[in-house]
C-alpha cells in the first residue's frame, strides 16, 4: 500500500483511467493539488466522485499574478474532504512573476493555512533562503516541501522547521546523487511519496508521462537506497501521509 502525496491526475487524457492502474498497483490515496483558477475547477469535479482523491487548493507562484480572492479560496478549502493549503510557494528560478509579487501571494496563503489549521504543500525552487527566513519569521506551519531535490544540509533546515520533505521521480534517477544523499539522510519517519504526475518522469519514465502507480518505482529506490524492504517504506511513509495530511 501506497500514497501519492502529490499528484495532478486532472491533468491525464483519462484520470479515471490513471486513478484505476494507480489503485491495481496499491495506491490507497491520492493527494492532489489545484494551483491555479483552472485546476480548482477541475478539482471539485474529481474529489466528488472519489473518496481516495484528497483535494488541495492553492495559487502557485507561477500564477501568483492570478487574481487571488482570499475569501473564493477559503469556500474552496472549507470544502469536505480538503487536506490542504497547496501548491503554494516561492519560485525564483523560472520565467515566473517577481518576488514581490510571488512573497505576499505566499505569506496570505500561509496566514490562511494556520486560521484553517490546514498543512501546506510547498513548492520553492531557487527561493529555500527567502522561504525559510518566511516560515521563521511568520511562525511554523505543519507540511511539506514537495519534490525535493537538494541536499542534506537544506533538508536539515526544513526539517527543523517541523517540514515533512516529498521524495519523488528524482530519487530513482542513479546520477542524481544530491537528492538521493537526502533520501539516505533524512529521518525516514519525516518522508512522504509522490510522482507529481505527470509533470515529473523518472528513470525510465519521461516527463509528462509518469502516472501515480509509479510512486511504487520510488518506493523501491528509496528502499533500495536504505537497505531496507520495501514493506517498510509503504508503512512507514503511509503512516507519515496520513498523520500530515489527517486522513482517516
Ligand atoms: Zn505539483
Known sequence: ???????????????????????SCGVTDFVVPAYDHDSWTAVTHLDSEHADVHPAFG?????????????????LLRRPGVVAVGEIGLD???DTPAPSIQIPVFRKQLALARDLDLPVILHVRGASEEMLEILASDGPVPGVVHAFTRGPELARRFLDLGLY???GGAITRPTARRPRRSALAVPLERIVLETDAPSIGLEGVPAGESEPCHVVQVATAL????GVDVD???RITTRNARELFHLS
Open 92 to 94: 525564483f528560478k523560472l
Open 1 to 23: 500500500m501506497f500514497i501519492d502525496s502529490h499528484c495532478h491526475p486532472y491533468h491525464a487524457h483519462d484520470p479515471l483511467a490513471v486513478l484505476s492502474r494507480a489503485r
Open 223 to 226: 528502499a533500495e537506497l536504505r
Open 59 to 75: 495559487l502557485h507562484p507561477w500564477v501568483a499574478d492570478q487574481p487571488l480572492d482570499l475569501v473564493e479560496l477559503e469556500t
Open 232 to 234: 517498510e517504506i509503504s
Open 165 to 167: 520533505l516529498g521524495l
